[in-house]
């Protein structure tokens, strides 16, 4: 019995660990001089990675705010510091004041520190 037990336990450790590396992984290095470029009809739009990163969805925020809004998700998207946004969790969205107002910033674009893309979602 026990050694059916520690046969069966050595093929699972070897099909696993053959299973793992059964497939080559391609390694990719961090270039911060990587540009991405994007063909338009007329014009060559550039942009680099982290510019591209950097921005952030309006539709996503407002999604964040009405299911989240709580926690601070819609805050913590749109990279607000933190300890605002600890404070925002405690006093539950300023009693609701804070969340509307933020809710209002997110709708006319003027949020702090957000940078939102050109459509809504």
Avoid: C
Avoid at 22 to 41: L, Y
Avoid at 79 to 107: E, H, Q
């Amino acid at each position: 019995m026990k050694i059916k037990l520690f046969l069966s336990a050595l093929a699972l450790m070897l099909t696993i660990s053959s299973a793992y590396a059964s497939f080559p992984v391609k390694r990719a290095t961090a270039n911060t001089e990587n540009v991405t470029t994007t063909q338009t009809e007329d014009a060559v739009e550039m942009s680099t990675p982290a510019a591209m990163a950097s921005q952030q969805s309006q539709g996503i925020a407002i999604i964040l705010w009405f299911f989240l809004g709580g926690l601070a998700a819609h805050r913590w998207y749109l990279k607000s510091p933190v300890g605002w946004n600890i404070l925002f969790i405690l006093t539950l969205g300023g009693i609701g004041i804070w969340a509307i107002i933020d809710l209002i910033d997110i709708f006319t674009e003027n949020y702090p520190n957000a940078n939102f893309k050109g459509s809504f979602f």
